[in-house]
């Protein structure tokens, strides 16, 4: 064997062996002392100056961020005034992610406890509509069954227990727990794996986050590089967006920092590699997936557009090169670099951007379009994910990018007999040409399109709750990424210079952790256990009492 293929099985072995010990209890054993030691709360007098400008809003704090909603509810618990109110809220959680065949006698349970009147423990903040409404439902199988319930308890406790819990040692708690967020953080604390991928401006590597032993993707854009081909409003836009969006169909961003040479974004692993690789690499001579295979992805890309653009955010690049699997064989979208966000009160954007064989045809014409653009690009890659070849060009055929810009304004799709009625139909569907009669997203969702019949045996709810499983699941020893030496060696870039203007934007680029994901790695590492420890009688440890 030549060195490069040594070099890439020992680079694969590594790789492999560090994914494998991050699941379950064997993170801790990954974990780098040093690192982890800095992984401590500071003293609540160090941590107090964060106590007027920390985020406290309810909904942020108490709702949407992992840490702060776990001392909230910790706080509920203590007092016996919100006690009932919080196990309904856990138990109202419960139910979304409780199997089908479970969830009417889950239901059942929750309305005998507090949902009547005479029971001991019934809630009274909950709307007679409401209750009334859960009572005759729940013997239907509804993911929203208690939506309306869950939106008054949060209205309940904002009004109740906000004050009581900000005066709380939950509260210092949480502000200990923000200061140690904002820690800045540097390449020293991640430790380096084999390359996953190549982009325009960097490689893409495979680390570890030394101090919790969680495995991550580290995009790695070149400065120099970035500079030279004007890429410092891609880097920017895909930074602000990752961080703005949280999806589990969608890569989150967890860190952005910069080192020297780089600009680094620390994102979600997906081990699983990319639609185009399992497309057309996996089974070369049976190429493409069945219907049911490219249904199940088409459902995920949809609900990671929906939210993308229930966020006012176009993402332009869809493909199946930018669908990454991750290790259950679910997908997310990834590469928001050709993204763009509308700002308030405009609806339309104007703006050349995607890839050839793909873009709708109001963008190439250079007209005004929105998010009708997406389910365009959403035709083309379920098509090619079905046919094993896009509708407007052959893969590896020598043509003309205008050539194709002429087929996409002009020729009808052809369809084989690979696709079924339903198949055919969602193609057309996305693939029409005039963007007002595509199917799409309308009234803030995509309703219309996910009550396709093609979709008539998916659960979207369980789909949308993580819940249903992956019609293939990739092999976890296996390396969906080229190899090593396969993978290209960028050239150096000479004749650019680094001024202050530049270090302007990458320190602007450079925000640190992002809360949501960086408090799940927390909890999920087990480090929020470990640090989130009180003194007998549940007190704060007595060096911290205020
Ligand atoms: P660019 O914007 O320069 O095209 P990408 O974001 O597409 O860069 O990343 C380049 C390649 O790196 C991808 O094609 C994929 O193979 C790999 N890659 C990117 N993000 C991830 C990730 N989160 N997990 C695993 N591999 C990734
Ligand atoms: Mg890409
Ligand atoms: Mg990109």
Not at 285 to 306: H, S, V
């Amino acid at each position: 064997m030549d060195m490069g293929g040594l070099q890439n099985i020992v680079a694969n072995s590594a790789y492999v062996s560090a994914r494998g010990s991050v699941d379950g209890a064997a993170a801790s054993t990954m974990r780098d002392k040093k690192f982890r030691a800095k992984l401590n709360l500071p003293h609540i007098k160090k941590s107090e100056h964060m106590k007027t400008t920390v985020d406290c809003g309810f909904d942020s704090m108490c709702v949407k961020q992992p840490i702060g909603k776990r001392l909230f509810q910790q706080y509920l618990e203590s007092d016996a005034t919100y006690k009932n109110a919080c196990e309904l809220w856990k138990d109202m959680e419960d139910y979304n992610i409780t199997q089908e065949k479970y969830r009417v006698q889950k239901a059942q349970k929750i309305v005998n406890k507090f949902y009547e009147s005479k029971s001991k423990i019934f809630c009274s903040f909950l709307e007679e509509n409401a209750v009334t409404r859960v009572k005759e439902d729940h013997k239907n199988i509804r993911g929203d069954l208690f939506k309306e319930s869950e939106q008054q308890l949060l209205k309940h406790l904002e009004a109740k227990a906000m004050s009581g819990f900000k005066n709380s040692m939950y509260f210092l708690r949480y502000i200990q727990f923000k200061c140690l967020e904002a820690q800045p953080i540097d390449e020293d604390w991640f430790m380096d794996f084999r390359v996953l991928g190549k982009g325009g401006f960097g490689e893409v590597h495979a680390c570890q986050m030394k101090a919790t032993g969680k495995m991550y993707a580290n995009k790695k854009l070149d400065k120099k590089r970035l500079k030279k081909h004007k890429g410092y409003e891609g880097a920017i836009v895909e930074k602000r967006i990752l961080a703005k969006v949280h999806s589990r169909f969608i890569v989150s961003l967890a860190y952005a920092f910069q080192t020297k040479t780089n600009l680094c974004l620390v994102m979600t692993i997906m081990n699983g590699g990319d639609l185009r690789f399992h497309i057309y690499n996996v089974d070369e001579k049976n190429p493409g997936f069945d219907e049911t295979r490219a249904c199940f992805y088409t459902a995920q890309i949809i609900m990671g557009m929906e939210h993308l653009h229930q966020h006012r955010i176009i993402y332009r690049d869809l493909k199946p090169e930018n669908v990454l699997l991750d290790d259950a064989g679910h997908v997310r979208l990834s590469d928001l670099g050709l993204a763009v966000e509308l700002p308030p009160g405009k609806d339309k954007t104007k703006g050349y951007a995607g890839t050839p064989g793909f873009m709708a045809p109001e963008l190439i014409e250079h007209k005004e379009y929105d998010y009708t653009v997406d389910y365009f690009t959403l035709g083309v890659t379920l098509y090619e994910m079905i046919q094993a070849k896009g509708p407007f060009r052959t893969r590896g055929e020598k043509v003309e990018n205008t050539e194709v810009q002429r087929r996409i304004l002009n020729d009808a799709v052809v369809f084989t007999d690979k696709f079924s009625k339903d198949g055919k139909a969602i193609c057309e569907g996305l693939m029409e040409k005039d963007p007002v009669k595509r199917l799409g997203f309308k009234n803030n969702e995509c309703a219309a399109l996910k009550a396709q019949p093609f979709f008539k045996e998916l659960n979207w709810g369980h789909l949308e709750a993580g819940m249903l499983p992956a019609p293939f699941v990739p092999n976890p020893k296996a390396v969906y990424a080229k190899d090593i030496d396969e993978v290209g060696a960028f050239s150096s870039i000479k004749g650019v210079v680094i001024d202050a203007k530049d270090n302007e934007l990458y320190d602007d680029f450079s925000s640190g952790n992002v809360p949501i994901p960086w408090q799940e790695e927390m909890i999920e590492t087990g480090v929020f256990g470990e640090l989130n420890l009180w003194a007998p009688g549940g007190k704060l440890p007595d060096d911290l009492d205020p």
